[in-house]
């Protein structure tokens, strides 16, 4: 805690000082605060970083994008995640993060942000079939069936494997649901 203050304090003394309005400095105050689960100084911080003209990275957006997966704010995840992809002109994937994301939406059963989620990753370029998968066990856990997986897979050029047709059989029986809009 002395140390995080200390920082803080010279965090205090850099912004005073520096014109490079460099955002590693701050992300570093950032992580801290979403280590320590405190979202809402980290927010506060966040938009204190704006005011003073220090423009996000897509490091930036990564950290608010795993701090408010940490509190499963599948909302807030979404916006922020949509902004760490569209921050670069290539995205570098982290697997994690996309698989905790997935785990999160998995357990909530909430096929609407499974569908956004893949969205935004074939805006970056990064769909497979561990992602379809997991967007069909989505759609497992909350009782519904996909409408055109198969077909989406197939313009993504993205190969089913042995659990994407179990998962597919499975969901076969369900429910089917509509496909929500942009995701075809």
């Given at each position: 805690?002395d140390?995080?203050?200390?920082a803080?304090?010279?965090?205090?003394?850099?912004?005073a000082?520096?014109v490079?309005?460099?955002?590693?400095?701050?992300?570093?105050i950032?992580?801290a605060?979403?280590?320590k689960?405190?979202?809402e100084k980290?927010?506060?911080f966040?938009?204190?970083?704006?005011q003073?003209?220090i423009s996000?990275?897509?490091?930036?957006?990564?950290?608010?994008t795993r701090?408010?997966l940490?509190q499963?704010?599948?909302?807030k995840?979404?916006?922020f995640f949509?902004k760490?992809?569209t921050?670069v002109?290539?995205?570098d994937p982290d697997?994690?993060?996309?698989r905790e994301?997935y785990?999160?939406?998995e357990?909530?059963?909430?096929?609407q942000?499974a569908e956004?989620l893949?969205?935004t990753?074939?805006?970056?370029?990064?769909?497979?079939?561990?992602?379809y998968?997991?967007?069909?066990?989505?759609?497992?856990n909350?009782?519904?069936?996909p409408?055109?997986?198969?077909e989406?897979?197939?313009?993504?050029?993205?190969v089913?494997?042995e659990?994407?047709q179990k998962?597919?059989?499975?969901?076969s029986?369900?429910t089917v649901?509509?496909?929500?809009?942009g995701?075809?």
């Amino acid at each position: 805690m002395d140390e995080f203050g200390e920082a803080m304090n010279l965090f205090t003394e850099w912004e005073a000082v520096s014109v490079t309005k460099d955002t590693r400095i701050a992300n570093l105050i950032l992580a801290a605060y979403i280590n320590k689960n405190e979202m809402e100084k980290a927010v506060d911080f966040h938009n204190r970083m704006m005011q003073k003209g220090i423009s996000p990275s897509c490091t930036t957006w990564e950290l608010l994008t795993r701090g408010y997966l940490k509190q499963k704010e599948m909302d807030k995840v979404l916006e922020f995640f949509k902004k760490t992809v569209t921050s670069v002109s290539k995205w570098d994937p982290d697997a994690k993060m996309v698989r905790e994301m997935y785990h999160v939406v998995e357990e909530l059963g909430d096929i609407q942000v499974a569908e956004q989620l893949l969205v935004t990753l074939r805006h970056a370029k990064y769909v497979n079939t561990g992602i379809y998968n997991a967007l069909l066990r989505t759609y497992v856990n909350a009782g519904k069936m996909p409408m055109i997986v198969a077909e989406r897979m197939k313009k993504d050029n993205v190969v089913m494997d042995e659990e994407t047709q179990k998962l597919i059989g499975i969901t076969s029986k369900m429910t089917v649901t509509e496909v929500p809009n942009g995701v075809a």
